[in-house]
Structure formats: structure tokens, C-alpha cells
């Protein structure tokens, strides 16, 4: 028997439509064909999990193209389509195959293409025809939609969040792959989707009522003919017709197990809706806990300006308050500000500078700040995550830490989440030695910095991130939708 024919690729990204920077290929890093292979093997990302498996069953891997950024605005839609091309042309151009795997996020959008997931899924299962086995892999914030779930055979979304398990479901979802080539099973999809649209802040997967719900999840799947079972409580800052929370249910053949588990499961989310509300301390009264706590790093979360979310990641009002108090001991990641940078290496290491930073992509995260400091590190910004996707290289653009009496600060040129505290280490800071940390992140740094912080302060700043969603105009999303309409 020859060895199975499969075609791997890659499209995530995560679209705030609420941002005023558009997506461009550029800010993707696209990998083609076998660079695909040689950055991701061996990783713990998703793609790095198909390799293993199809590498462990001797099976023919096809890369087609793998692009993920940072979140941010809509895709331009000229690359959107250059990424869905090159995919659908490395499909068609491989000839006969026996399956698909994807690793997609679930919650892309395009300047014209509400639903890019489905689109991309539409045009691969036209190319490959209905006998083809198409899998996927979705963030757990993925938008689920029934384009989606039309051209696909099997959904397997994250049940981390912090993500962690990103290379599970890798693994998890080519299994199901060679199972279903092999012929030993036959994967049905059914879902729920929900009018609820939590925000982000409280969904969490280590406390809070996505706990109670991920236990009947994984009961269900100890079910005989459950493939796996999973829950998308959704992105909040997509103003799309396809929000709100869902769940997938992917049986071996049995459509009204999988539409009764997403059934009653979807039920019991709905009825934990006000579970995923969370209050947030504002910026004066969380700088007065951290001056006056007695040993540190204490994390201030900077919620609002998430670049994990599509905030830009430049917000100064926390960084202002720290700076009026002067505050010591302080390392924040990150500001990004590629005219502050450009300065920066202008003066060279231990050089001083006069001039204004953050503030500069609009009008949601507070103005420039003017500040006086020294340049203690250059780096290039690149560097290998050690928590989350291991093994995997970041590049947050040029980089470069400013010390302002005290308060060192890391600006960069790209928009980053600092989840892994090896951004720190790049250039030059210890995070565990540091009193305070301000971590322009929601919830994904937990899983590496609570380890070793004393505490953590979820900050309610001004941003493009805020859990206080009644500070959007949402205009497209379908009504009745919690939080905004009483159910």
C-alpha cells in the first residue's frame, strides 16, 4: 500500500476590526513550500504536530504555504487572496491526495471576506472534491460558522487558553486524519452556535466557568463514537454576523450524537453566561497596590491593550501613572514604536535621549509620552519562545530598552504580546528580578510568569481590547447577543 498523500498549510490570524491598521502579507512572514517544513518541524506549534504524526505512519507530506501574524486589523483583501491562491494552487498542482490538514484560526477576516476560514475551506474542497478528508485545527477564540463546518470533515479547536496545547491538537487532529484514510473511521461534524459573546478576560481555562464546562466536554468524549468534543466561547472585537460562542461536536458517524452533545452542552454555556463577566482595577488604584506591595515581580496586566488581540500594543497610560509615581524596579514589554527605536540606535547603547514614545498608532490608547532616558540594549528582537509554541522564533522587529530612571522599558517595531518572558531576556532584563512587570497581554502570559510573580493586577486602561465591550459600536452582529440584549 503506498503511503498516504497529504497537504499541510497554514492561515491564522486573529482580526479586530475595530483596528485602524490594515493586515498586509508582509506582516504574515509567509513560509512557501518546504520552508514550511524546515521553520516548524520539530516545534510544539500545530504544524509541528501533523509533521510528527505523518512522519511516525510514513505518510508523503505536501507543504502548500504557512502564514500567521500578529492580530490586528482586516487582511488587505489582494493578499488575502495572494494566501488563498498559493494554497488552492499547491492543492491543485499535487495531483491525487489523500487528506488535508489545516492549522487556521478560526476568527480572519478580510477587507471584503467576513468569513476568510470558509472561503479558503470552499475553494480547497472544490479543488479536492467531497471524497477528500479536509481537518482543521481552530484558536479557541475561532468564530465558527456553517460554511466552515460544510467543508470540513473534522474540527479540532484548543482546549487551553493560555494556549498550550497547540501541538496536541496537531497531533490530536492528524490521528483522526490517517484514521479516516485508513478507512477506521468515517468523522461528522455538528455544532451550536450560541448569541453570546463573552468577552475575552474571563475565559480563561484554569479558573472560571470555562473549567466546568472543558470537564463535560472531555466526559463526553469518553462516550463510545466521540472523536472529540470542543468549545469556542469566541473573539469579542469582530463586528461580523458570524460572532459569538460555539460548540463542535465530531463523532465516527453518528450526526445526532454529535448535534445532541453540541445541544446540550451549548445549553449549559448559555446558562453560565454571566460566569464570564469580570471587574478590572483602574490604573490609579492598581499602581497604588503594586508601590505598596512588599515584594515583587507583580504583573500589571494591561488587558486593554492587547496586542494578542488586535490592539497596537503602543498604549502609555499605565507606563504615565508609573512615571508620575515614580516607580523603580519596573521592566515593561512592550511599546511598540519604530520612531523610538530608530532614535534609539541613532545614540547607540548608554547614549540619552529625549523624546516622545507610544501614542502613535490612534486615539484609543493615550497620547506620547514625553521621557528622558538611557539606552541600555539594541537587539534585532528576534528570539526562540521557551513557553507556549517552544521552539518556534519571534521577531518583534528591531528592538531596543530605554531606562527611564529606573523604569526599562522595551520598544520594539513590531506589535507584540509578551507571553513569554524571554522577550525580557533578549534584551537584557531578568523579569523575576524585577519588582513590577507591566505585560501588554489578557491571559495568555499566566501560563509562563504566574510560576514566579507574587500577583497579578488586571489593569482597566483605555484600548482596542477592553473587556468593557459597551465601549464599541458594533453595527453588524446579529441581535438578540449578550451582553448587549437581555435574554
Not at 506582516?27 to 510528527?52: H, V
Not at 505512519?57 to 504557512?66: D, F, K, L, N, T
Not at 491526495?97 to 470558509?118: F, N, Q, R, T, W
Request: proline fraction near 7%; aromatic fraction near 6%.
Amino acid at each position: 500500500m503506498a503511503p498516504p498523500r497529504v497537504i499541510i498549510g497554514m492561515m491564522m490570524h486573529e482580526t479586530n476590526t475595530f483596528s485602524t491598521v490594515t493586515t498586509t502579507l508582509e506582516d504574515f512572514e509567509p513560509l512557501y513550500g518546504e520552508e514550511l517544513l524546515k521553520a516548524l518541524k520539530g516545534t510544539k506549534s500545530g504544524i509541528g504536530g501533523f509533521l510528527d504524526v505523518l512522519e511516525k505512519h510514513g505518510a508523503e507530506v505536501i507543504p502548500s504555504m504557512g502564514a500567521g501574524a500578529t492580530p490586528s486589523g482586516p487582511l488587505a483583501d489582494r493578499d488575502f487572496k495572494k494566501i488563498v491562491d498559493t494554497i488552492v494552487k499547491a492543492v491543485k498542482d499535487a495531483g491525487k491526495v489523500d487528506g488535508i490538514l489545516l492549522a487556521l484560526h478560526g476568527a480572519m477576516i478580510s477587507e471584503k471576506e467576513p468569513d476568510a476560514e470558509a472561503a479558503l475551506l470552499k475553494k480547497i474542497r472544490k479543488a479536492v472534491g467531497k471524497n477528500v478528508p479536509i481537518i482543521i485545527t481552530l484558536d479557541l477564540h475561532g468564530l465558527i460558522s456553517k460554511p466552515m463546518v460544510d467543508n470540513c470533515d473534522a474540527i479540532f479547536g484548543y482546549d487551553t487558553n493560555p494556549h498550550v496545547d497547540m501541538y496536541e491538537r496537531g497531533v490530536e487532529a492528524a490521528e483522526t486524519l490517517i484514521n479516516t484514510i485508513n478507512g477506521e473511521i468515517r468523522p461528522v461534524i455538528a455544532f451550536k452556535k450560541l448569541p453570546m459573546l463573552p468577552p475575552t478576560i474571563n475565559q480563561r481555562t484554569t479558573e472560571g466557568p470555562m473549567v466546568k464546562l472543558l470537564e463535560k466536554a472531555r466526559r463526553y468524549e469518553k462516550q463510545k463514537g466521540v472523536i472529540n468534543v470542543c468549545i469556542f466561547p469566541a473573539f469579542a472585537y469582530t463586528d461580523v454576523e458570524r460572532v459569538g460562542s460555539a460548540v463542535v461536536a465530531v463523532t465516527d458517524g453518528d450526526g445526532e450524537l454529535a448535534q445532541r452533545i453540541s445541544d446540550e452542552l451549548g445549553e449549559e454555556m448559555f446558562a453560565r453566561r454571566e460566569e464570564f463577566l469580570k471587574k478590572l482595577t483602574p490604573i490609579k488604584e492598581a499602581v497604588d497596590r503594586v508601590m505598596k506591595a512588599p515584594e515583587g515581580p507583580i504583573v500589571l496586566a494591561d488587558v486593554a491593550d492587547n496586542p494578542g488581540g488586535g490592539s497596537p500594543g503602543d498604549g502609555t497610560e499605565i507606563l504615565r501613572e508609573l512615571i508620575k509615581r515614580k516607580a523603580k524596579n519596573v521592566g515593561v514589554a512592550c511599546i511598540k514604536d519604530p520612531e523610538a527605536v530608530a532614535k534609539a540606535i541613532k545614540v547607540g547603547v548608554l547614549g540619552q535621549l529625549e523624546m516622545f514614545i507610544g501614542g502613535k498608532t490612534d486615539h484609543y490608547h493615550g497620547d506620547p509620552i514625553p521621557v528622558k532616558g538611557v539606552v541600555r540594549t539594541i537587539t534585532d528582537g528576534r528570539f526562540v519562545c521557551k513557553a507556549g509554541a517552544v521552539g518556534v522564533t519571534e521577531n518583534v522587529g528591531r528592538t531596543a530598552v530605554i531606562d527611564i530612571d529606573g523604569i526599562e522599558v522595551i520598544l520594539t517595531e513590531r506589535s507584540h504580546a509578551p507571553n513569554d518572558p524571554e522577550i525580557y531576556r533578549r534584551n537584557g532584563i531578568e523579569p523575576r528580578d524585577k519588582k513590577i512587570l507591566v505585560l501588554k497581554s489578557r491571559g495568555h502570559f499566566r501560563a509562563a510568569y504566574e510560576p514566579f510573580s507574587k500577583g497579578v493586577i488586571e489593569v482597566d486602561g483605555p484600548g482596542l481590547t477592553t473587556p468593557n465591550l459597551s465601549r464599541f459600536t458594533f453595527t453588524k452582529i446579529p441581535h438578540p447577543m449578550w451582553p448587549f440584549d437581555k435574554i
